[in-house]
């Protein structure tokens, strides 16, 4: 039995083949894991450049709740 251990993750820049932003990546999200888009499957980099892409990528308040919302993290809040 084969089981995927892998996730999907959202990113702010979307695949250079088909503009998807979902992406799948190893559960064990080791820096050098292979990241690839989830709709065409074109790999998109490491997983260590995704994080890093989605820790200082600058984007819009509706881009980052999305990202918030499919990434499975408490929203990120502008107001205080």
Do not use: W
């Amino acid at each position: 039995m084969n089981e995927d251990f892998s996730i999907e993750m959202r990113l702010p820049k979307g695949c250079p083949k088909c503009g998807s932003h979902k992406v799948t990546v190893s559960q064990a999200q080791q820096p050098d894991d292979r990241v690839f888009c989830s709709s065409c499957n074109t790999e998109i980099g490491d997983y260590q450049t995704a994080k890093k892409m989605l820790d200082e990528m600058p984007r819009s308040e509706n881009e980052q709740l999305i990202e918030d919302v499919v990434n499975n993290r408490k929203p990120s809040s502008t107001e205080e």
